[in-house]
């Protein structure tokens, strides 16, 4: 089965483009919420977790203290290394077990923030790169993350691979940038998708 990364940086519109494709049919492995589930079920996972960053990582309910684990690794760039190390193999194991089941689907999408960095992208053969200007990048955030202040934003946007690298790097760029509409590229990419799988 082919397998289609999608990636792009923060506030970029990746969720939206992920959904038009789920619309017409494609399965979309969204990376940040399997993370997220996987951290809070895969029993070697949460063993590990709690030894390396202590028992404060689940509360007293069991569930995954994400503010607490954020506070520990966000500007502690060995401890997030050390994250995502014991992270990320589980969750592209998760990734593998899940394709398996798409048995009815021309391809498969996978969402990833952070494609390279993770190395999602060895577990894909091609990649649509989602584009848009960094300053409305840092607005749409602003609007969907109230919390986020912006030195925040920029702080995340610093950790993702620069956004020149990732358009070098794509197989098909999306411009979401208020000035193309996005349905027609979707349909466009996804007509060369299905033309790329069936080879």
Known sequence: MLKVGITGGI??????????FALLGIPVYDSDFRAKWVMQHDPVLRE?????????VYDTAGLLNR????????NEPEKLRLL?????????????NWSANQT???YILKEAALMYESNA???VQKIITVSAPLNMRIERVQQRDTHRQQTDIEAIIAKQLPEEERLQRA???????????????????HKKLLTLSTQ
Not at 11 to 20: H, L, N, Q, W
């Open 121 to 123: 992208h060895k577990q």
């Open 11 to 20: 506030g970029s519109g990746k969720s939206i483009v992920c959904r038009v």
């Open 67 to 74: 503010s607490y684990l954020a506070a520990v690794v966000f």
């Open 48 to 56: 590990n977790l709690i030894q390396t960053f202590g028992e404060k």
């Open 171 to 189: 197989d098909f760029v999306l411009y979401n940038d208020g000035q193309q509409l996005v349905i027609p590229q979707v349909v466009a990419i």
């Open 84 to 96: 995502n190390s014991l992270v990320h193999p589980r969750v592209r194991e998760d990734f593998l």
């Open 104 to 106: 009815q689907a021309p």
